[in-house]
């Protein structure tokens, strides 16, 4: 059996940072949490005691009426929202106090997150783990029916070990890509992981807006 790691939202929180220049070129053009919304994601982390974000997989299959896997990853996403909730959570679960003052400038910037952790190809096996991705990106069909794909200004490798029942291990690693809001574009989108076997797409839908603030 593969143990698959426990997503480490932590990370998110501590990787997530302004837009800047990297090979991408894109630069950060937007607001980072007003004082309104941090209210409310303290108010609503504190009270839930529970981390705030968008999760799924993305994953592509083969074989007869597609039922092998060929990539699988866990998901997950945050805005400034979702981080400043999440950390206010995590705070009340252990008795802290958290407030505006706790919040560090870059976990309210105006980014949006994506995790892409590898996950088990073949459940039935348990045993086969997905490789590591290579870059996250998303994309998105415009209303005259252009397909854009937006590229992160950042991306962070977080390496992660796994072992099955014999005490094999796989060495995998995870991917954090870091997006200008004003640049990820509204819902509908797909959520695409390049790696090495097979690109892995997740599709984003309307209703899933407010788990991406």
Do not use: C
């Not at 796994?162 to 060495?171: D, E, H, M, V």
Request: hydrophobic share 40%; charged share 20%; net charge positive.
């Amino acid at each position: 059996m593969v143990a698959v790691p426990n997503i480490a939202l932590n990370i998110l929180l501590l990787v997530a940072q302004a837009p800047s220049h990297d090979s991408t070129g894109a630069t950060a053009r937007s607001a980072p949490l007003d004082s309104a919304g941090i209210q409310e994601a303290i108010g609503l982390g504190r009270q839930t005691k529970k981390a705030y974000g968008y999760s799924s997989s993305a994953w592509t299959s083969s074989g007869f009426m597609a039922t092998k896997y060929v990539s699988n990853y866990v998901i997950y996403a945050q805005g400034p929202f979702g981080r400043v909730a999440t950390a206010a959570a995590k705070n009340a679960r252990n008795y802290q106090p958290f407030t505006a003052d706790s919040i560090r400038p870059d976990m309210a910037a105006p980014v949006l997150t994506v995790m892409a952790y590898p996950d088990i190809l073949d459940p039935a096996e348990n045993k086969e783990i997905s490789v590591s991705p290579e870059r996250i990106v998303l994309q998105a069909v415009t209303p005259s029916g252009d397909t854009v794909t937006i590229q992160p200004v950042r991306m962070d490798t977080v390496a992660s070990d796994y072992a099955n029942l014999f005490g094999a291990k796989i060495t995998r690693s995870g991917l954090i890509a870091t997006f200008d809001v004003r640049e990820a574009p509204p819902p509908p989108f797909d959520i695409i992981v390049v790696n090495p076997a097979k690109e892995a797409r997740l599709h984003v839908k309307p209703k899933d807006v407010q788990k991406l603030r």
